[in-house]
C-alpha cells in the first residue's frame, strides 16, 4: 500500500521566508503538511511546539499571514501534496468567514486538524454551518473504545489521525499491545489511511510507524531542528530520514 | 426554567466537550460513575458525614448588624470562609475525591489560582491516602505563598507553570496536559464550573450545598427571602453554588461579581461576562475575553481566584437568559470591603469573597434598605502578601 506520511510545521515561524522554504524542501519528501496556527492555550502540545506558537504570537503571526504564506507553497508543490491546517476549535470558531471565502478555497487545504475537538463535538463545526469541503480530521487514541474506532473509521475520507500514547506532542512512543490492537481495527474498518502521530522523531521511530500504519506524522523534531539547526539542518535531517526509509 | 445542561452538556448553546480524544472516554467515565455515586445511599451518606464532622457544615448565616447600620443595606455573610480549609473549595474536593476513589483512581490532579482548591484537594488526598499533584501559575505562587506551604505540609507536590501569563489559565492547561498523559490512574479535580462537560455539572451539584443550606436558613433569621443574592465569579463556583436552590426561588435577585481591576480597559481586569464574547477555551463554549484573532487575553485581578479570562458555561447560560445578572467591583473597591469587613465585623474576608462585598458597598444607594445575602466564599488569611503590597501592615 502507498505511504501517507506528513509533517507539521508552525505556520510562519521562524519567519515566513524559512516557513515556506521548508514546507517546499518537506513536501519533497513528505506526502501531506500540517501547518500550525498559533493559539496561546495548546492544550495539546508539549514544550517545544507551545514555546514556537508563543513566539509566533510574539512576532504578530495570524491566520491572514499564515494563507499568504500557504499560497507561496502551493506555487512551488505539486498539486497531489496535500495541505492541512492545525489549530484549536477556538482559531476555527473566530475565522469561520475566513475559512468559507472563495480565497480559501484556492488554497485547496484539505482539512482541519483541531486536538480540542473530539468527534462527539465536531457537529459544531459541521452540521448548520458547514465548513463546507473540509473535513475536520477524525483522531483516535489508545483511550478510544472499539465502537467508537469502528464508527469513526468509517465516517473518514482524508486520513484517520491515530494518536501513539497517551500524552502531549513532544513525548515518546510507545505501542503497548492494546494499542496495536485499536490501530488494526481503525485500518480494518476504514478505506482511507491510518497514520500514527506524537513521538515520531527519528528513522527508527518512523519505521516503527510504519510497520503498523499507513504513514506517519513528524512534528515536534522538525521544529527543534529549525531552532537548532535551522533550515539546513531541516534538510539535512529529513533527507536522510527518507535515505534511510528507503 | 429548562433543566441544564441536556444530556450532551450544553446549557442552551454553552458548554459542550471541547477536550482532547484521548480524554472522551474519561469524560463518560466520568459521567457515569457520577450518577452511579449520587444515587449509591452508602457513598451519600459517606459525603455528608464528611462534610458535618470534617468539613465543618452546615456553614452559619451570619447577619453582619454593624456594616448593616453603617451601610443602610441589611447585609447577611453565607460563612464559607468557616469551612475547613477556610472555603468553599473543599465541599466540591471532598466530592470529587470520593468521586476518584469510587472510579478506583489512585491519584488526584488539580489547577489552582488563590491555592484555595490546591489546598482543598490536597487536604482530600491526605485524607484518603491518595497521591496528588497541584499546578499553580508562578505569579500565585509567589502571591499565595501561604497557600503553598500549607499544600507543601500536607504531602503535595506544587508544581509552578511559567508559561503563559503564569496564572490560574495556564495551570489548567498544565493539569489539562498532565491528565491526557495519566488519564488510566489519575482524576483531575477542577475546582470551578469550568472544563468540559460533566464538570461545570458536578461542581456546581457538589457546591449547591451552599443555597440548599442558605434557603431555610435565610427564611429562619430574616422571616422572608432575600432581595438580592451576590456572589464573587472566577469560574464561577461559589456563585453557581449560592444561586442554584434560589433559581427556583420566585424574585429573588441573582448577582455574579467580576473582576473589574484596574480599569475596564483590554487586559486590567478580568470581566468576561461583562466585556468578553462567546468563544472556545479548556473544554467549553462561554464567553471568554479574547482578542479578535481569537487568542485569550491576558487578565488580571487583585485577586488570584478571580484572575481568569473564561467562565463557566452555566454563568453565560444564565447571563443570556437573564436570570442572573454580572457586575463588577474594581481591586480598589474590592480592598475597601475587605478592610470594612476586617474594622466592622471582625472578618477577615478572601479578596475573590471581598469582590461580592464590593459591589454592594459601591452601590449602597442601589441596595438601601434591602435584604442582601452575599457569599463569604473565603477567608483572607492566604492574602497576607497582596495585603501588605496594596495596604502596607
Ligand atoms: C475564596 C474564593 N472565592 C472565590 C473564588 C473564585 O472561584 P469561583 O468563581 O469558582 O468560586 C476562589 C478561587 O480561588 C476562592 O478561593
Known sequence: MTQYNGFYLMGNYPDRDTFIEAAAQGLQHFDFLEVGIPFSDPIADGTAIAEAAQKALDSGVNLAGILESIKAVRERVSPEKDIYLMTYANIIFNHEETLKSEEFKKLNVKGLIVPDVPSSEDFFFTGENALDGLEIITFLTPETEDETIKKASGRSNSFIYFISTRGITGGSMKLDNDTMAKIDLAKSSSTCPVVLGFGIRDSDSAKTALEHCDGFIMGTVLIQKLNDKGLDGFKKFTDELFGELG | ?393
Open chain 2, 1 to 393: 426554567m429548562e433543566r441544564v445542561p441536556d444530556k450532551n452538556g450544553y446549557y442552551g448553546k454553552f458548554g459542550g466537550k471541547f477536550l482532547p480524544e484521548t480524554l472522551v472516554p474519561a469524560l463518560k467515565q466520568i459521567e457515569e460513575s457520577y450518577e452511579k455515586f449520587i444515587n449509591d445511599t452508602e457513598a451519600q451518606a459517606k459525603l455528608n458525614d464528611l462534610l458535618k464532622r470534617y468539613a465543618g457544615r452546615p456553614t452559619p448565616i451570619y447577619f453582619a448588624e454593624n456594616l448593616s447600620n453603617l451601610l443602610d443595606v441589611e447585609i447577611y455573610l453565607k460563612r464559607e470562609d468557616l469551612v475547613h480549609t477556610g472555603a468553599h473549595k473543599l465541599n466540591n474536593a471532598l466530592g470529587q475525591a470520593l468521586l476518584a476513589k469510587y472510579m478506583g483512581k489512585t491519584r488526584l490532579i488539580a489547577e489552582t489560582g488563590a491555592g484555595q482548591h490546591g489546598v482543598a484537594t490536597a487536604t482530600c488526598a491526605a485524607l484518603m491516602g491518595m497521591e496528588c499533584e497541584v499546578f499553580m501559575g508562578k505569579v500565585d505562587v509567589d502571591r499565595q505563598s501561604p497557600n503553598v506551604k500549607r499544600m507543601k505540609l500536607l504531602g503535595t507536590k506544587v508544581t509552578p507553570v511559567y508559561s503563559g501569563s503564569k496564572t490560574l489559565k495556564d495551570a489548567i492547561n498544565a493539569a489539562m496536559q498532565d491528565w491526557v498523559a495519566t488519564v488510566q490512574n489519575t482524576h483531575y479535580i477542577l475546582g470551578s464550573v469550568v472544563g468540559a462537560h460533566p464538570f461545570p455539572m458536578i461542581v456546581r451539584d457538589f457546591q449547591s450545598v451552599i443555597s440548599k443550606e442558605a434557603v431555610p436558613q435565610f427564611l429562619e433569621i430574616a422571616g422572608r427571602h432575600p432581595d438580592c443574592v451576590v456572589a464573587s465569579v472566577g469560574g464561577g463556583s461559589n456563585a453557581a453554588g449560592i444561586f442554584a436552590k434560589y433559581l427556583e426561588v420566585e424574585g429573588v435577585k441573582l448577582i455574579g461579581v467580576e473582576a473589574g481591576g484596574r480599569s475596564n480597559k483590554d487586559g486590567d481586569h478580568s470581566a468576561k461576562l461583562n466585556y468578553g464574547r462567546p468563544g472556545i477555551v479548556h473544554g467549553n463554549f462561554t464567553y471568554i475575553l479574547q482578542t479578535d484573532e481569537g487568542n485569550l487575553m491576558p487578565v488580571h485581578s487583585v485577586s488570584a481566584g478571580l484572575d481568569y479570562p473564561a467562565v463557566g458555561p452555566e454563568h453565560s447560560y444564565l447571563k443570556d437568559i437573564g436570570a442572573a445578572v454580572y457586575e463588577t467591583c474594581s481591586d480598589r473597591e474590592a480592598l475597601d470591603a475587605f478592610q470594612a469587613l476586617c474594622r466592622h465585623e471582625g472578618i477577615i474576608p478572601a479578596l475573590e469573597s471581598s469582590h461580592a462585598l464590593g459591589h454592594v458597598m459601591a452601590h449602597k444607594e442601589k441596595y438601601k434598605g434591602q435584604k442582601v445575602l452575599i457569599n463569604l466564599s473565603g477567608r483572607g488569611d492566604k492574602d497576607m502578601p497582596i495585603i501588605e503590597e496594596e495596604l502596607g501592615l
